[in-house]
């Protein structure tokens, strides 16, 4: 192998590796933006529950009443953020397979750039 070989070698490993690094960034991108959207999905449950509570005390006729509302809305959201958890568990356990699915590309990536390397 001569010194230009050597340096087109070097040349495309850079090139390839910018790639694999482009494509993690837009990886992570992706997942931030789901997460971000989750996280604005749990606030406004939250802001939904607030104004449902709001609402239940200027309304409410007694007492009574209003601990009846204060019980269901908050065994509801109790309901709706388990279930948001549930779909969060199942969010970051796709983000690993994600991850896990990037990380074995490129290691094969590598591996083959590094076997073609040697057998020149």
Partial sequence: MNTTDSLKTVNEWTNKSVERMTSFGE?????FEKLAARQ???????????????????ESKGYNDLF???????KE????VMAESKATMQFFGDARDEYRVWFEK?????SEDLRKSVAV
């Fill in 106 to 110: 490129s290691l094969n990536d590598v």
């Fill in 77 to 80: 959201l109790s309901e709706r």
């Fill in 68 to 74: 009846k509302g204060q019980v269901d809305a908050t």
């Fill in 40 to 58: 604005m999905d749990a606030v406004n449950l939250y802001m939904d529950h607030s104004m449902r509570l709001m609402k239940l005390a200027t």
């Fill in 27 to 31: 990886l992570n991108v992706r997942l």
